[in-house]
């Protein structure tokens, strides 16, 4: 199995700052795509931002030119900047990473895992 533990969400006021980690444990191969996902109450869940092992990120539309993502490959964990907070960044953010394991059988595939989310507040 594997585990993303993530860390780093709380209450910011409207321009200001957060940086988000998550890391990932367990059995696996590789890591290949981590990124982050939000939710806010009400809404669906949307894609912040993802970062695949080599290195192309993207972005929502909503947090270009205020999020940086980036990760550490030997420690498998990805990182998410959050700059010029704004209310409507409030959400839940979840941590997502696709993992090349080998199952039992020998199989050799690709899953995705999520975290357990961390709790964004921007407020005044």
């Known amino acids: 199995q594997v585990q993303l533990v993530e860390s780093g969400g709380g209450l910011v006021q409207p321009g200001g700052s957060l940086r988000l980690s998550c890391a990932a444990s367990?059995?696996?191969?590789?890591?290949?795509?981590m990124g982050w996902n939000r939710q806010a109450p009400g809404k669906q869940r949307e894609l912040v931002a993802g970062l695949t092992s080599g290195g192309s990120p993207n972005y929502a539309d909503s947090v270009k030119g205020r999020f940086t993502i980036s990760r550490d490959n030997a420690k498998n964990t990805v990182y998410l900047q959050m700059n010029n907070l704004k209310p409507e960044d409030t959400a839940v953010y979840y941590c997502?990473?696709?993992?090349?394991?080998?199952?039992?059988?020998?199989?050799?595939?690709?899953?995705?895992?999520w975290g357990q989310g961390t709790q964004v507040t921007v407020s005044s």
């Open positions: 367990g059995s696996f191969l590789s890591i290949d795509t």
């Open positions: 997502n990473a696709e993992a090349v394991r080998r199952t039992g059988s020998g199989h050799v595939g690709k899953y995705a895992y």
